[in-house]
């Protein structure tokens, strides 16, 4: 299993080119299930979670190909299987976004349903009960969520989902797009990715209204066709490298951003005192002191996301006072907390909130986490701390953050991957 070692090496200066979101690509990769014609995906990142959807879309028989860098050509013409299976489910949580397409194109759908994961339990009702209310017939059965269409094609209708949920607004969206009249989806996600999806889903056909507000409006068509679409940028691939930038100090160009998509991000950052400018594309940090310390609540976008949270916890580990960290998406993605106080943070937690003392100094020491941010957390702690960090199980940030070590190192992080 492959680790990090880490050495702290002082401030980081250069330039990093941000991936396209993985949380946006996954769900865009699954929307190719809406056409029998070539989506072409591009800025895509090759991550492992993109190699798990790759596979799971050609184990349902479509063809796909990739140049390897960065662009897909996705055809489902040729599905023959409309299962995803529970091998590459327990992987990948975003596998349950083949659902909602599978089932309004081709009439039913069986996905292993996923279970709870490491940072909470993680359920799917919502989906399931939006496409119920659509006229899907669903039962759960040996683990799997079996979907089958009552009629012809799903019904539009106006669904309230009881709370902000990123995927099930991705699911339903998909799903309306191929359903008898109008569906109107409310208290839906604002997030950047579901905007992107939106939008590459109206340049294959689709209508839709109102993405990035609460009210999505989609009325259905009969079908849908091919199209060409670029993945929107990594906000969260972003805000890890200015972290890490705030903790080291130093000036890093970030290109290929979308800053607009992080403005809660960066604000936090200037709070922690970075000098921060932007353009439509890019994003200059530039810091020169310890950080001071930031609260943060997490919410659903445009408020703080939950995805930086270990990363500003990191932060705040070093700063120059004491701040707390509230996170209200999912119940137990503290797990990065023992791992940053094994390396010297203060850091105690009580119910949802922790609460850190900045210390002056980290140390260095062997640490796993058993999530993706998490890792990334323990990643950039390990840029600050004194010794040799070893970052353990980064299978979790293969699934996140494409090329890690290279982007870092190339603005003089002292970053190795050891392949064993
Ligand atoms: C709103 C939010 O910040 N969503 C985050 C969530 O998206 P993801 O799509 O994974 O999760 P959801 O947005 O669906 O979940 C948000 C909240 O709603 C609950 N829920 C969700 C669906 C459902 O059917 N029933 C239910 O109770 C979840 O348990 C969670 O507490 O994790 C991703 C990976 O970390 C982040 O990129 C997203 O920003
Ligand atoms: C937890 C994350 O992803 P996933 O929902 O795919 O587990 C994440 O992107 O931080």
């Known amino acids: 299993m492959d680790k990090l070692r880490i050495h702290a090496n002082g401030p980081l200066n250069g330039e990093i080119t941000v991936s396209g979101a993985k949380n946006a690509a996954l769900p865009l990769m699954c929307a190719a299930l809406l056409t029998k014609e070539t989506l072409r995906l591009t800025n895509v990142p090759m991550l492992r979670d993109v190699k798990t959807t790759h596979k799971l879309l050609e184990g349902m028989g479509a063809t796909v190909s990739t140049d390897g860098v960065s662009v897909f050509d996705i055809n489902c013409g040729t599905l023959n299987e409309l299962c995803a299976p529970y091998d590459l489910v327990k992987t990948m949580r975003a596998s349950i976004l083949v659902l909602g397409p599978t089932l309004a194109h081709f009439g039913e759908a069986q996905v292993s349903l996923p279970g709870g994961c490491a940072i909470g339990s993680r359920p799917v009702d919502q989906h399931l009960k939006g496409l119920e209310a659509m006229g899907a017939d669903i039962v759960i059965e040996h683990g799997y969520v079996k979907a089958k269409l009552k009629a012809k094609r ?25 359903a008898s009249g109008t569906t109107v989806l409310e208290n839906a996600a604002l997030e950047p990715e579901v ?63 979308a800053p607009k998509t992080m403005m809660a991000v960066l604000d936090k950052l200037v709070e922690a005192g970075a000098h921060i400018e932007a353009g439509d594309d890019w994003i200059l940090i530039d810091m020169q002191h310890r950080p001071r310390p930031v609260n943060i609540r997490t919410l659903p976008h445009p408020a703080f996301p939950t995805d930086m949270q270990a990363q500003f916890m990191a932060m705040n580990a070093i700063a120059d006072g004491p701040s707390k960290v509230t996170e209200t998406i999912f119940e137990n993605r503290f797990m990065h907390v023992p791992e940053l106080n094994r390396m010297g943070a203060q850091i105690t937690t009580e119910g949802n909130t922790a609460m850190m003392q900045g210390v002056e100094h980290l140390s260095g020491a062997t640490v796993m986490a058993t999530d993706l941010r998490a890792s990334a957390s323990l990643v950039i702690a390990g840029l600050v701390a004194s010794g040799e960090t070893i970052v353990e199980r980064i299978y979790h940030l293969d699934r996140g953050y494409e090329n890690i070590e290279a982007k870092l190192g190339g603005v003089g992080a002292d970053i190795v991957r050891i392949s064993e």
């Open 195 to 257: 905007v992107d999806l939106g939008e590459c889903l109206i340049k294959m056909g689709a209508k839709i209204y109102g993405l990035g507000t609460p009210t999505i409006t989609i009325e259905g068509v009969e079908s849908l066709h091919g199209a060409e679409h670029a993945v929107v940028a990594d906000r969260i691939e972003a805000g890890t490298f200015l972290c890490a930038v705030a903790m080291t100090g130093g000036k890093v160009l970030l290109k290929n951003a």
């Open 154 to 178: 799903l019904q539009g209708t106006r669904i309230v989902m009881d709370m902000v949920t990123v995927g099930g607004t991705e699911n339903l969206m998909m799903a309306a797009c191929l």
